[in-house]
């Protein structure tokens, strides 16, 4: 698969739990941040994003926070379900910029 | 509406050969965007167009890569010639409008291309 090689770090998570993803990013100019969410041969799906003027923003069943004193980003899954197993990478508009920096990205596995 | 679309999906391809990866952008989208994920790396940009015209170029690895975006609408992506590190998942992303430097906007993005070079 796509990972191979790519030693991704895994979530385990009962169904119905909750789930936190965590990502530290590195830009302390970077604006503007999102978590995609990746299924085996598939392309990055947007999930939710946020802006720096921002520390929290909600979505359907997906809440992301973001603490510029550390520099992390976190996005949390409510009720957890299988069809949200996949890979899911943070990306910074590195600098400010248009161009996106993604993270290693976290291996989320749901467990019924 | 349609999202991003790539072609072709997969492409094997010996080393020393050229393969041309096409995007095309959602309908209206201005900005065109290329990446690549290589086996066991992180998903790194490649260049950004705006129309036609390219606005950063600054993740290009080498002269061996080409991208064009004439007429402002589909993209290619040559590699000519590639070699075994060219292998990997090449996605194209797209967003709407003109990019200010108080707006960033969502970067949608299509399925990608797995280019495998042997």
């Known amino acids: 698969g796509e990972s191979v090689g790519l030693h991704l770090p895994t979530l385990s998570v009962q169904e119905g739990d909750n789930s936190i993803i965590n990502c530290a990013y590195s830009n302390s100019a970077s604006d503007y941040f999102i978590w995609y969410k990746q299924e085996s041969g598939k392309g990055p799906q947007f999930i939710i994003d946020?802006?720096?003027?921002?520390d929290k923003r909600q979505g359907q069943r997906v809440t992301v926070l973001l603490n510029k004193t550390v520099k992390h980003l976190s996005l949390q899954i409510a009720a957890t379900q299988p069809g949200d197993s996949a890979v899911y990478f943070c990306?910074?508009?590195?600098?400010?910029?248009?161009?996106?920096?993604f993270g290693t990205g976290t291996q989320l596995k749901v467990e019924l | 509406e349609a999202g991003v679309t790539q072609f072709p999906s997969h492409s094997v391809i010996e080393k020393g050969q050229t393969v041309t990866l096409r995007c095309d952008p959602i309908s209206g989208h201005d900005n065109l965007y290329w990446y690549r994920r290589v086996m066991g790396k992180e998903i790194k940009f490649l260049l950004h167009f705006v129309k036609e015209s390219k606005q950063d170029e600054s993740g290009m690895p080498n002269n061996r890569f080409l991208a064009e975006r004439t007429g402002g609408t589909y993209s290619t992506l040559k590699v000519q010639p590639a070699e075994l590190e060219d292998s990997g998942v090449y996605f194209c992303?797209?967003?709407?409008?003109?990019?200010?430097?108080?707006?960033?906007?969502?970067?949608?993005f299509g399925p990608g291309t797995r280019l495998l070079v042997l």
């Open positions: 992303a797209s967003s709407q409008g003109i990019i200010t430097s108080a707006v960033q906007e969502t970067q949608y």
């Open positions: 946020i802006r720096s003027n921002m």
């Open positions: 990306a910074e508009n590195e600098g400010g910029g248009n161009k996106l920096t």
